[in-house]
């Protein structure tokens, strides 16, 4: 019996060996066309497929290196959609970078929705690092709170609603806030998802700088905001997989959703989408507008224009008063705030969705706030006292005088709610 016993066993070992090898070929013959190799010993640690988990579950907060193997896998050759013209491509990276010809930075090559560690304090929260990206992760950001705060049916409240989600959680919160924010740059009317094709579709040169990426785009076009929510958290992992260009397929997918023509209307004669800065590509106020109103046009964000949205935007800096942001986005529908300031992008947020209804409950409230960096490790829990006149009688000096520390958050809390006192609860400020 032992030596029968032994006989099948060993089929089976050789089984799966002949298994595993078959895979490792599997993603060779993907990812050689990039001159991408897999490396032996990441595969041994078991960095496995799109379906395994999240990038970097269980392991201690902090940047982590890229993998060199993308992890999700593209769609098959056939799959519908409809691929990129040479001018279609042309378009959208004069759109993009205007005349020059820059490709995207390895910041935003690298950058995909990444969840934090579930069932945690900061299990709702996407990681966004200092760079150019930031403003995009964290619009995302914002209707995620908004979609599990103030959306999702559960038998949690408050700050749980965060807390107490998994992965599966995850992925459908930012399926939710994908499709919203094209839907919304579609005209509340169609959304188009961009996903990445095993084929490339050959472009003459012409003026078009291939970089490997775009070649690969296929368009999917719905006409129903269920069904393009439907059809991306199927393919969530597309977006939020390390290597996936999740940030950039995204953006495309914005851009297609409002038309590259209307995205040009709204331009008119600004400059492109983004800015090249000290070898970063950064967001326009053209760019911030379309993500947070679904309009390309800087002068949407601007006093006197537009209508309230579900997220709104503070923002601090030192411009001119004709340039601050308008009440509409200043009083959104819902109390979740995308926050501008020289310091970066974040999201403020308070749990109470009756806190813009009426005067009384802003007299004294709490808000939350969360930046986006792996540094912070748990939520900041703020007060906000709109009638605390506690500097009467005491000379007036600027926030940024010497020996005052020029908090920019709390600037930016004060355009909506002027002389405010902001409390950090114990929390060093950080922003």
């Known amino acids: 019996m032992g030596d029968r016993g032994a006989e099948h066993a060993a089929p089976t070992e050789l089984e799966e060996i002949a298994s595993r090898i078959s895979e490792l070929n599997k993603w060779r013959e993907i990812f050689s066309f990039r001159g991408l190799e897999i490396n032996n010993t990441i595969h041994q640690r078991g960095r496995g497929s799109a379906g395994d988990g999240p990038p970097g579950a269980g392991e201690p907060p902090g940047p982590q290196p890229r993998s060199p193997i993308p992890q999700p896998l593209p769609l098959p050759a056939g799959t519908g959609g409809h691929p990129l013209s040479r001018d279609t491509a042309m378009g959208l990276q004069k759109l993009l970078f205007g005349n020059m010809t820059h490709p995207f930075s390895c910041e935003w090559a690298a950058s995909h929705f990444r969840f934090r560690r579930p069932h945690s304090d900061l299990a709702y929260a996407l990681e966004a690092g200092k760079g150019g990206t930031r403003a995009v992760l964290m619009v995302v950001q914002a209707h995620i709170i908004t979609y599990l705060l103030f959306a999702r049916d559960t038998e949690y409240t408050h700050l749980e609603r965060l807390c107490h989600i998994g992965q599966q959680e995850q992925g459908q919160a930012l399926a939710v806030a ?105 967001c326009t106020e053209a760019l911030l507008s379309l993500l947070l109103t679904g309009r390309a046009s800087p002068r949407t964000l601007q006093a006197g224009r537009g209508q309230r949205r579900p997220v709104g935007l503070l923002r601090w800096e030192r411009l001119p008063a004709e340039r601050q942001v308008s009440p509409a986005l200043r009083t959104p529908l819902l109390p979740v705030w995308l926050c501008s300031t020289p310091g970066g992008h974040g999201v403020l947020f308070g749990t109470d969705s009756r806190l813009l209804c009426h005067w009384r409950a802003e007299r004294a409230f709490r808000l939350c706030f969360y930046s986006g960096q792996w540094q912070q490790t748990r939520t900041a829990h703020l007060s906000i006292d709109t009638h605390s006149r506690h500097w009467e009688g005491a000379p007036r000096e600027h926030p940024c005088s010497p020996g005052n520390r020029c908090r920019a958050l709390e600037m930016a809390i004060r355009t909506k709610w002027a002389g405010a006192t902001v409390t950090w609860n114990g929390t060093d400020p950080f922003f």
């Open 178 to 282: 994908l499709a919203e924010t094209l839907w919304a740059a579609g005209g509340d009317s169609r959304a188009i998802v961009c996903l990445i094709t095993k084929g490339v579709t050959e472009m003459p040169r012409g003026g078009y700088r291939a970089d490997t990426f775009t070649e690969r785009i296929r368009l999917f076009e719905f006409s129903e905001k269920a069904a393009a929510q439907e059809f991306i958290s199927h393919h969530i992992n597309c977006f939020k997989c390390e290597g996936s260009h999740g940030v950039i397929l995204f953006l495309y997918s914005l851009l297609f959703s409002r038309t590259l023509e209307r995205v040009q209307e709204d331009l008119g004669d600004t400059g492109p989408l983004l800015n090249m800065s000290s070898g970063d590509v950064t």
